[in-house]
């Protein structure tokens, strides 16, 4: 069995379980628990492990899409997913307390899935709420990583045909840096 | 919808290009891209029969159009295409936000030239990407998506973009034309030829791409 | 305001104090930690341990184990146990609430006798909190 591993990652609260969710041909396996802190991020449960979906690609071949936890507290489940995964997909909600912040830091912290495959970056929330454009997150990738030039689409991570738009970029990506040899460079 | 001649007469100089009726969008695309590269502090307006006016405001990268752009007419008859002359301190030519200007450029970009090269672009230059647009904002097909990726990872002139993406030359130009237009394309003339894997057709087809999209049904 | 248990200052006597009675039943306990389901540590013996990683670990593993018992379909997961050389890892839910007992044992305890421990133990946590 063929099997590609995409993970999910981005602070709490960014989508990543409704994202897996959207694109998961299975019942997302999913490992919520009651979240203490709902005056930090207003949600009623949070991410304890990880999530598990998947995409049967052929009688012989899947996609496998893990989310992590995106508390820094789980940050040892981090580790372990990221040596599973030849991509990512990097969730960051518009009304984070820092979103930009967020989203350097995750780039930075899952930097091998970038050298090793490739990543897309899904800003969330960018209709409903406040918070930077889309070209300020760029310009910050930019600025901190010159040269770097990756994927940045707002997206709705409960909306199907966008979701799968951002991983067919992705897959595309990972597929052109390895043609024109500049994926597993460091 | 007639023009407002007050606001021209009121405004130093009256700068209104001498335009004929055309159809399509390869003058308002010349139109676009000399104030963009030039940073003219100037509105663009312009009357388009069957629509109402397509208002511009570079400085605040923003247009405003009652014709949504999943409706962009090709075909559109341009009667008259004004430059209104602002200023830093100036009111924005209508109410903001309005509609983020690279989703107008993209479409624009696409449809004006008729599949050859923009005339601001240069023979024998290769080119590459220095910022995706954001694909969610714009109507696009899977297989600009590939050609950008390539873009992304290489330079690559437009023959060489359509054989690496295995496309017709004019969609690639097509393309290269709307990414240059949006001010994200680096142009170069010394870079050299990049090389791809190589890749029989028959291996392409096995990409996971191609599995995952056929498996997608896109 | 924080509504997690390891907030509150009288749950988190109450449960340093039954980390405490539960090593003065067996001494074989090593480790012992009461955990939010949500990988916060409300208290743990020794006390002067850092218990905040183990915390989000056992909350991790409490959550795949319950995942698994769903995946297989086998009904709850009543307690996990992690053998090693130098002793035994048991962990359960205490019973109604939205915590986890886990704590470790040396090998002078039997598996049995850890497991009945940890079970009274967490009953008795439950009693408290009514």
Same mark, same amino acid.
């Given at each position: 069995?063929?099997?590609?591993?995409?993970?999910?990652?981005?602070?709490?609260?960014?989508?990543?379980?409704?994202?897996?969710?959207?694109?998961?041909?299975?019942?997302?396996?999913?490992?919520?628990?009651?979240? &203490?802190?709902?005056?930090?991020?207003?949600?009623?449960?949070?991410?304890?492990?990880?999530?598990?979906?998947?995409?049967?690609?052929?009688?012989?071949?899947?996609?496998?899409?893990?989310?992590?936890?995106?508390?820094?507290?789980?940050?040892?489940?981090?580790?372990?997913?990221?040596?599973?995964?030849?991509?990512?997909?990097?969730?960051?909600?518009?009304?984070?307390?820092?979103?930009?912040?967020?989203?350097?830091?995750?780039?930075?912290?899952?930097?091998?899935?970038?050298?090793?495959?490739?990543?897309?970056?899904?800003?969330?929330?960018?209709?409903?709420?406040?918070?930077?454009?889309?070209?300020?997150?760029?310009?910050?990738?930019?600025?901190?990583?010159?040269?770097?030039?990756?994927?940045?689409?707002?997206?709705?991570?409960?909306?199907?045909?966008?979701?799968?738009?951002?991983?067919?970029?992705?897959?595309?990506?990972?597929?052109?840096?390895?043609?024109?040899?500049?994926?597993?460079?460091? | 919808?007639?023009?407002?001649?007050?606001?021209?007469?009121?405004?130093?100089?009256?700068?209104?290009?001498?335009?004929?009726? %055309?159809? /399509?969008?390869?003058?308002?695309?010349?139109?676009?891209?000399?104030?963009?590269?030039?940073?003219?502090?100037?509105?663009?307006?312009?009357?388009?029969?069957?629509?109402?006016?397509?208002?511009?405001?570079?400085?605040?990268?923003?247009?405003?159009?009652?014709?949504?752009?999943?409706?962009?007419?090709?075909?559109?008859?341009?009667?008259?295409?004004? %430059?209104?002359?602002?200023?830093?301190?100036?009111?924005?030519?209508?109410?903001?936000?309005?509609?983020?200007?690279?989703?107008?450029?993209?479409?624009?970009?696409?449809?004006?030239?008729?599949?050859?090269?923009?005339?601001?672009?240069?023979?024998?230059?290769?080119?590459?990407?220095?910022?995706?647009?954001?694909?969610?904002?714009?109507?696009?097909?899977?297989?600009?998506?590939?050609?950008?990726?390539?873009?992304?990872?290489?330079?690559?002139?437009?023959?060489?973009?359509?054989?690496?993406?295995?496309?017709?030359?004019?969609?690639?130009?097509?393309?290269?034309?709307?990414?240059?237009?949006?001010?994200?394309?680096?142009?170069?003339?010394?870079?050299?030829?990049?090389?791809?894997?190589?890749?029989?057709?028959?291996?392409?087809?096995?990409?996971?791409?191609?599995?995952?999209?056929?498996?997608?049904?896109? | 305001?924080?509504?997690?248990?390891?907030?509150?200052?009288?749950?988190?006597?109450?449960?340093?104090?039954?980390?405490?009675?539960?090593?003065?039943?067996?001494?074989?306990?090593?480790?012992?930690?009461?955990?939010?389901?949500?990988?916060?540590?409300?208290?743990?013996?020794?006390?002067?341990?850092?218990?905040?990683?183990?915390?989000?670990?056992?909350?991790?593993?409490?959550?795949? &184990?319950?995942?698994?018992?769903?995946?297989?379909?086998?009904?709850?997961?009543?307690?996990?146990?992690?053998? &090693?050389?130098?002793?035994?890892?048991?962990?359960?839910?205490?019973? /109604?609430?939205?915590?986890?007992?886990?704590?470790?044992?040396?090998?002078?305890?039997?598996?049995?006798?850890?497991?009945?421990?940890?079970?009274?133990?967490?009953?008795?946590?439950?009693?408290?909190?009514?």
């Amino acid at each position: 069995m063929a099997e590609h591993v995409i993970l999910f990652t981005g602070p709490m609260g960014a989508g990543k379980t409704t994202a897996i969710q959207s694109l998961s041909e299975i019942e997302v396996v999913r490992t919520e628990a009651t979240n &203490s802190e709902r005056h930090i991020v207003d949600k009623a449960t949070t991410t304890v492990a990880l999530d598990y979906g998947e995409i049967l690609v052929g009688a012989q071949e899947k996609v496998r899409l893990y989310g992590i936890p995106g508390q820094r507290r789980f940050n040892f489940m981090w580790t372990i997913l990221k040596k599973r995964a030849k991509g990512m997909v990097l969730l960051v909600n518009t009304d984070a307390p820092d979103p930009i912040g967020e989203l350097l830091f995750f780039l930075k912290e899952f930097r091998e899935l970038y050298d090793k495959g490739g990543v897309v970056v899904g800003v969330t929330r960018a209709d409903l709420v406040e918070g930077p454009s889309l070209a300020e997150f760029s310009d910050a990738l930019e600025r901190t990583n010159p040269g770097l030039v990756i994927p940045v689409f707002t997206v709705d991570p409960r909306k199907h045909h966008q979701m799968q738009n951002l991983l067919l970029t992705l897959v595309v990506n990972i597929e052109m840096r390895a043609a024109f040899g500049m994926a597993g460079a460091r | 919808m007639t023009m407002d001649v007050e606001h021209v007469a009121r405004v130093q100089p009256p700068d209104t290009v001498d335009f004929p009726v %055309t159809v /399509g969008w390869t003058p308002a695309a010349m139109a676009v891209q000399a104030v963009l590269s030039l940073n003219t502090p100037v509105h663009l307006r312009m009357v388009i029969e069957g629509h109402d006016p397509l208002l511009i405001d570079f400085r605040h990268h923003a247009f405003s159009w009652s014709t949504p752009l999943d409706e962009f007419p090709v075909e559109a008859v341009h009667t008259r295409l004004e %430059t209104v002359p602002t200023s830093a301190d100036a009111p924005p030519f209508f109410e903001l936000p309005g509609q983020d200007l690279d989703g107008l450029l993209w479409e624009m970009g696409i449809n004006a030239f008729g599949g050859g090269p923009a005339f601001w672009l240069s023979p024998g230059e290769r080119y590459r990407l220095t910022r995706w647009p954001n694909l969610t904002q714009h109507s696009h097909n899977l297989r600009q998506v590939q050609m950008i990726a390539v873009l992304g990872n290489a330079y690559a002139s437009t023959a060489e973009l359509a054989k690496f993406a295995g496309v017709d030359e004019s969609e690639a130009q097509r393309l290269i034309n709307a990414l240059s237009l949006m001010r994200i394309l680096t142009r170069s003339a010394a870079a050299p030829a990049a090389s791809m894997i190589p890749q029989t057709a028959a291996a392409k087809r096995q990409s996971l791409f191609s599995r995952l999209r056929k498996r997608m049904g896109r | 305001m924080s509504t997690g248990l390891h907030m509150k200052p009288d749950v988190v006597e109450a449960a340093s104090a039954l980390l405490g009675e539960m090593k003065d039943a067996a001494s074989s306990l090593t480790y012992g930690a009461l955990l939010t389901d949500d990988g916060f540590d409300v208290a743990r013996y020794p006390v002067k341990a850092d218990g905040e990683r183990f915390a989000g670990m056992a909350s991790s593993m409490q959550a795949l &184990s319950e995942a698994v018992a769903h995946e297989l379909k086998i009904g709850d997961s009543e307690y996990i146990i992690i053998a &090693s050389g130098k002793g035994h890892v048991v962990q359960l839910r205490v019973p /109604g609430k939205e915590l986890v007992l886990s704590a470790l044992f040396d090998n002078d305890a039997t598996v049995g006798h850890a497991l009945a421990t940890t079970r009274q133990f967490a009953q008795k946590m439950a009693d408290l909190l009514r």
